[in-house]
Structures are given as C-alpha cells and as structure tokens.
C-alpha cells in the first residue's frame, strides 16, 4: 500500500474499518440442541462442526481445508469439464480459491466451512420466524421452491442469529465472527471435487471418486433406481470424500454470484442470472457432473416474480471478512509489499527491489503526466509477473519436494527388499547347499541339489536385479537431491513445506511426511557441502 499523500486518508480509513470489525463483543452461550441428531446430522463424522439454529434445532458444516503459506496465498485450481459441445458453458478453466479462518494447530492450512447437507424444510422454518419446527422425516428433505433473493436473506437471518445468540461456537479470523452465505461456485466445486482429500488427477474426474463403483449409493437422480421422481431426505447416501452429503443430485444448489459464459479458458465479463450447481433428482445421470453449471435467470419471465422451482435448494458457507483487524490489515500490506520480491537468492531480490523502487522514483519525479502513468504501470506490470513467477515457482517446488519424498520412500522400500533377498540367500539357502553338497551323492540328493543350486542361480539373479534397482533409484533420488537444492534456496523450500505436509496429510499420506523432512535435509546437506554423498543418503533413509 502506497506511502503518498493521496493514499493516506484511505489507509486511515481502512485501519478504522479493520478496528471496528475487531471491537470485542462479550458473547452469549449457545442455545441447547434439542432436535433429535439424526434430523440434522443423519451420519455424524469426525471432524463435524455443529452449529445451533433457533427452535433447538443445529445446521452441521464441514471444514474445507486449502493449503495456504499465507494470508495472501491463495490455491489455483482447473475447474470445469472437457466437454467441447457446452465448451460455452462449463469449458476446463484456471481459478483460485482461498480459505477464510486459520487453525493454529495446523499450519499451512486456511479453511472455510460448507453445508455437510443440504438445507432443510425444518432448518428453514427454524429460521423464519413463525411457530417452531417439529423435525421429522418429511421435514427432513431439502427446502425448495424458494428464490436466490430468499436464500440470501436466510444467511443474513442466520448470521444476525448466530452472531447474537451463539457467537462463542462461530468460527472467527482475528477476533471478527465468521458469517453464513450461499457459496462461490469455485468454493463449491472444489469442495464437491474432494479439495485436499483427493489427488490431482481423481480432482478432474467428472465426479468425486465413488468407491463402491455405484453411483446410485452417492446421489439421487432421474430413474427408478435412483431418485423416482422426488427429493429425498439428506444424510441417506454416501458422501463424497469431504464427508459432503447430496453434493451431486438431489436438489440442485444455487451459488453467491452471476453466471457468466465460458470464453475459451476463462469466463465472459457479461454477469447474467444466477449459478446453479450439482444437478437434480429430474436430471440423467450422466448430465450430473461437479463441472456443469447451469444459468437461472432472478426473475420469471412468465409471472416477473423471483424464480423459485420444486428442483432448486441451498447449501450454506462460512466464510469471514477479509480485513478482520488493524494487525490483519498490517499483515496483508506486508505479504502484499513482500509478493514480487525474489527469493532464490538475496543478491536477486535486492536487484529487483532496487530495480522497481528505481521506477517508481522517476515516476514520481516525471513532469510529463502521460510518462508519469507510462511508468506506472510498467511497474506494476513488473510486479504482476513477479507475483506470478513466485506462485508457479512455489507450486514446483511443492511438486519438487512430494517426488523427492516418493523417491525417498522408493529407495528405501528397494534398499529393504535386496537386503531381505540378501539375508535369505547368505542366512539360509547358502547354508542348505553346502549342507547338501557335503552329503553322500544317491539319486534323491542329487536331485534335491539341482533344486536347491537352480533356486540359488534364481535368488542370486534377483538380488542382481534389485541391485540395479537400488542403483537407479539411488542416482535418481540424488539427482533430484542435488538439481532441487541448486535451483531454489532453503529459504524457499522451507516455507513450502507445511502447504505441502498438510496436502499430504488431507490426502491420507502421512507416511509420506517423513521422506519430506528427510529430502529437506539431504537438500540442506548437498548446500553446506558442495556434494551429497550417496551412502549416507541411503542409510538416512533405511535407519
């Protein structure tokens, strides 16, 4: 943020704005749940985040966890299907998502919470002011037939509600309470794709990995081995591997901002209606997919009332201001001055720095005005590819990192497997043909002798080979080693490295975690003394 004159009424004014979102609220204790758990949590997890709603009654939630190095860093993802006849649709396209809250216990993660569920007809009435829900089955089917303008101001109903009645049990960022609203639709379809929990190529699946193999046990849609004609109950299949219920099928889920087309890679900029996401239980099932996206328009053309259909639902999201406080706002400024500067080496850094402050001196110093904004904007021009240089830089280091880990968990599984081959040949088929070999020669020796001299040519053969696998693997690992720690400084991998533990760890390969701080440390070896030495890299590694 800039230091001049003009700038310094606005910085004042968002340092005000940042402390009066931060004044301290004394909070009340939540109101007791009473509904009965099955008619708001039908298949409790860990992990749930439960929060109360008027009436006793309780909304439950689901952390979507992002790798995050920062308050500014953000998580680049391809959205969208590769189908080339509704390319204008819902054509493959790059975007960004970011968490909202951060959990000190985990570092190198941000969070928002979406909807384990779908909202339902009692969780809406519990909200709309009347008499109080009883929560029963039928009553446990997702609220439709209502518009995307009711469905805003539910989340306003419920924010005011929680803020007040049960601020202590609502996440917060710095202080200031999270709030309740429809999702973005990057949010929810990384959330629908399975986010951290999957890998990169099950993400861009047409759908989250089912397991069972049968669609029909995750989602409802049009058939008679499915859906039938009708909304179900929430909670009754499958989830996805978030622990998200209905995510695909059932009611068809409306986002926070307007449609726009798909211009080759990237969306128009004409913002139409609304978004609608996840198909319904009138749909086919191979027209529901996490990439396609539907238009609604708000109004109807027929009656020009709000559009609301017996097929359309909600799913909630927790999500909290940006500037949550004056140390926040302070923090975004630093990160953001910090953004374009390099980080492989000191010397680079200071150049460029050096470099842009030169720039934006003589722009402040021109006298022409055009030159002025000329040179302006070359330097931010400047700092926008730097900023992109360092995110795709720290995305490879990342990838760097996870296969020095792989390759690490390779060798040390080929190094166990040749000293088990090893073991059994000098421990005990060696032993049984000298064993052999020293007995009188009748015909049944002789042959177990054959036997047991062609089992030893056969064992030798693959300790051979599982030597030249432990030697490739060896020099594949080192060289990975060494080109890693000559391309990006320790400083640089080392701030990748909770981002990429907590990926790891969301994807269930904590055993992995290991090999991370091991190749870190091989890394760190190789630039301390000018080499690496094979050997000790295997023992490290098989200790």
Known sequence: MSDRPAARPLRAALLGLAAWLAITVPGRAAEPITWPEESYNPSPAPGDVVLPLPCGGAMTFRRIDLPSAGILDDVRVQLGDAQPELGFLSDRRFEVVAGSFT????PGVRYFLMGKYEVTRAQWDALAGGECPNPTMRTRVPQTEVSWFDAVAFGQRYSEWLITHARDVLPSESGTPGFVRLPTEDEWEYAARGGMAVSSETFLASRFPMPSGVPAEY???QGTGSAEGKLHPIGLLKPNPLDLHDILGNASEMMFEPFRLNRRGRLHGQAGGFIVRGGDFTMPLDQI?????VEMPYYAGSSGKATETRQLGLRLAVAAPVITSPERLAEIEREWRAMPSSSESPANARREDAALSTLDRLADEAGDDAIRS????VGQSIREALVDRNDARNRTVRSLVNVGALLGNKLRTDQQRLLAVGQAIEQVARPALRQLQSRRQDAQTRKALGDAEAQMQQMEKQRSGLEDTVRTSREIYVDTVLSTAGDYSDEVVQAQVPTLKAELHARG????LPYVDIF?????????NGAADPQSLVDDLTR
């Open 289 to 293: 997919r996490s990439g396609m996206r």
């Open 219 to 221: 989602l409802w849609y």
């Open 103 to 106: 959990d000190t216990a985990t």
């Open 509 to 512: 390969s904590d055993a992995l």
């Open 520 to 528: 870190v440390l091989h890394m760190q070896r190789m630039r301390d």
């Open 374 to 377: 000329e040179l302006r904007g």
